[in-house]
């Protein structure tokens, strides 16, 4: 399990190498990384009608982000049989096209890994302690609220786990 809260980027190729590194035992990996859009998308539907973005900036509380960070990965570890998982999250500001966040998963077959990588984000969205502002092409700061999808795409998991019926 690794968790990590950087304000540098990250090399996707090198992250998923290093996480199956030696692990013959992982026949699954998956992985979802988020990137920041040059659009606001307050509806949660497309560009259309969205605003012109020229950064994104995240923050959080140090320490704070990092203990749930933790605890909803080692969540995922209790739910599925995974061989390793990573959550890297960025802060600061960011511009169009940069990553915001990686989760990865690997296990010894598929469906744990894509499912534990699908909650993790799902999580993260909800319960991370990160707070975004956009920053419009103007130079407008405004504070993103939460997505009633994001909320509903959390809730999904909120049933009882597969392993423990």
């Known amino acids: 399990m690794s968790v990590r809260v950087q304000r540098e980027s990250f090399d996707l190729g090198r992250e998923l190498a290093a996480l199956s590194a030696g692990n013959l035992a992982v026949g699954g990996l998956a992985s979802f990384v988020g990137l920041v859009r040059d659009f606001d998308d307050p509806a949660g539907r497309s560009p259309q009608g969205g605003t012109a973005l020229a950064a994104m900036t995240l923050e959080h509380y140090p320490g704070m982000t990092e203990k749930m960070l933790e605890r909803i990965e080692a969540e995922a570890n209790r739910r599925w049989e995974l061989e390793a998982s990573l959550i890297v999250h960025r802060y600061g500001r960011m511009e169009p096209g940069e990553p915001i966040v990686l989760v990865a998963c ?11 990588c699908q909650f993790l984000i799902d999580w993260l969205k909800t319960q991370a302690p990160f707070w975004k502002v956009e920053e419009t092409a103007e130079g407008e700061g405004r504070w993103v609220e939460a997505r009633d999808s994001d909320e509903a795409a959390a809730a999904r998991w909120l049933q009882k786990p597969k392993a423990a019926e």
């Open 106 to 116: 690997a296990s010894a077959h598929r469906q744990a890994a894509l499912e534990a």
